[in-house]
Structure formats: structure tokens, C-alpha cells
């Protein structure tokens, strides 16, 4: 499938070029003429990159990168006639990756597209890693939150490091003796309670319903063990 470019460039004659050249490249393309134009096209589709002028009448380029980086990271590339120092400072910190001047080297433009999008595809796969999935579950390893449906889970500490321990190794058997030495960094002295409360209480955050759990089964006489589930 072709990756889709958004380009909001209110000269019609650079704006076609870059067309011509971004399809021939395998890439779909989608043209705006305004920074008006193209934030109400943004609002219906996100594209894997912006290419934005400048310099357009009535909202610019500064303005749009203002209202995208409200809600995307989407990569975005200024392509503009000015070359100073402070329009590259103010475009790069509003959020901008990458900055050409006209007149420009379509072979180079081409050339920074491929490795802005390449940048991004990487990043967004080392994103993904960070992120473990069990269902409608999600543990965000980078900032220690567990999601489900997307919405955040209000879990104590102790219930967040428990719950994780179970989403990283799903379908394994804990005893309560593992998970306490695990959790608590102590011997267990056959405290089950803690245990025992610890996961009624994150069951009543996962489970449909807590009295019957899919995720956390009780393994009698055993211990616990996480249901993979489909993501």
C-alpha cells in the first residue's frame, strides 16, 4: 500500500512538481493549497508526512505545525524560500523534523523523505516493542502504565509490578511464594492474604467479571497463572 503525503504548498506549479515526483516514488499524494486547506484534511486522515510551506496566506506553515503537534507526532518538512538561522530555529521548535530552502534539489527532497519516513517506521517499531499486549491489556513498559480499551488503569504499585509480572510471561504458573519474593523483594512466610488481595484487586480493574476471571486464573493448590488471549 502506498504511504500517503500530505502537501500544503499554495504554489501551484511547486506544488504539482512535488506531486508528480512523490507518485512516480510510489507514494500517494494529497494536495492543499492553505494551512487552512490541509488542518481540515488532517482532521479526517493522518498522513505518514507533512511536506508544508512556509510562507502561505492566512494561517502558515508556523501556525499548522502549532495545531498538528497538539494531538501527532506525524513527520513533518518545511519547504520554504527563507534559509535563516531563526525561521530553521523556530520551525524545528515547534515540532518540524526536517527543513529544506527553495530552490530545492528534487532528487535530495526525495532522497530526505525516504529517511524522515524510514526514521519514523523505526522509531514507531521500537515503540511498539515497549508495549506488551494480552487481549484488550496493554503494559507500557517505558512508563509503567497498564491500559485497557486504552484507558488507563488505576492500579496501586504493588498491583502495577504484579500485574506486570503476569503480562510479561503470560501462561506461566507462579506459586504465591514466587510473586511475593518477586513483588515484596522478601521471603514469604506463608503471608497468601497479601497475595490474595493484591490480586482480587486487579482483577476488579480486568476481569468482566472478577468472580469468574479470564485473565487470572487460580491454580488450586499451585498458584497463579495469566491467560494469553487473543490481541
Same mark, same amino acid.
Given at each position: ?7 500544503? !504548498?499554495?504554489?501551484?506549479?511547486? #506544488? %504539482?512538481?512535488?506531486? =508528480? ?9 494529497? %494536495? ?14 493522518? $498522513?505518514? =508526512? ?12 508556523? /501556525?499548522?505545525? /502549532? ?15 527563507? &534559509? ?7 520551525? *524545528?521548535? =515547534? ?7 527553495? $530552490? *530545492? ?28 499486549? #494480552?487481549?484488550? =491489556?496493554? *503494559?507500557?513498559?517505558? #512508563? ?5 480499551? &486504552? ?9 502495577? %509490578?504484579l500485574l506486570s509480572i503476569f503480562m510479561r510471561n503470560q501462561n506461566r504458573l507462579y506459586t504465591k511464594a514466587q510473586l511475593y519474593e518477586l513483588v515484596w523483594n522478601s521471603d514469604y512466610l506463608g503471608d497468601s492474604n497479601t497475595i490474595m488481595v493484591h490480586i482480587s484487586r486487579i482483577r476488579? /480493574?480486568?476481569? /468482566?467479571? $472478577?468472580?469468574? $476471571? ?15 488471549? !487473543? #490481541?
Amino acid at each position: 500500500m502506498r504511504k500517503m503525503i500530505y502537501i500544503a !504548498e499554495d504554489d501551484k506549479e511547486i #506544488n %504539482q512538481l512535488l506531486s =508528480l515526483h512523490l507518485w512516480k516514488e510510489g507514494y500517494q499524494v494529497d %494536495q492543499s493549497y492553505s494551512g487552512e486547506e490541509v488542518l481540515e484534511k488532517l482532521e479526517e486522515r493522518v $498522513p505518514a =508526512l507533512l511536506l508544508l510551506d512556509l510562507m502561505m496566506p492566512g494561517v502558515d506553515g508556523l /501556525q499548522v505545525i /502549532q495545531r498538528v503537534r497538539e494531538h501527532s507526532r506525524i513527520p513533518i518538512m518545511l519547504l520554504t524560500a527563507r &534559509g535563516t538561522d531563526d525561521d530553521k530555529v523556530k520551525g *524545528f521548535g =515547534l515540532g518540524a523534523d526536517d527543513y529544506m530552502v527553495k $530552490p *530545492f534539489s528534487m532528487l535530495e527532497l526525495i532522497s530526505r523523505v525516504k529517511a524522515l519516513l524510514r526514521r519514523c517506521t523505526d522509531y514507531e517499531k521500537v515503540k511498539e516493542e515497549t508495549i506488551i499486549r #494480552n487481549g484488550d =491489556l496493554e *503494559f507500557h513498559t517505558e #512508563n509503567q502504565i497498564i491500559t485497557k480499551n &486504552g484507558l488507563v488503569l488505576p492500579l496501586k504499585p504493588k498491583e502495577t %509490578q504484579l500485574l506486570s509480572i503476569f503480562m510479561r510471561n503470560q501462561n506461566r504458573l507462579y506459586t504465591k511464594a514466587q510473586l511475593y519474593e518477586l513483588v515484596w523483594n522478601s521471603d514469604y512466610l506463608g503471608d497468601s492474604n497479601t497475595i490474595m488481595v493484591h490480586i482480587s484487586r486487579i482483577r476488579e /480493574q480486568i476481569e /468482566q467479571n $472478577p468472580k469468574s $476471571p479470564t485473565y487470572i486464573k487460580t491454580i488450586k493448590g499451585l498458584g497463579y497463572r495469566m491467560v494469553r488471549h !487473543e #490481541n
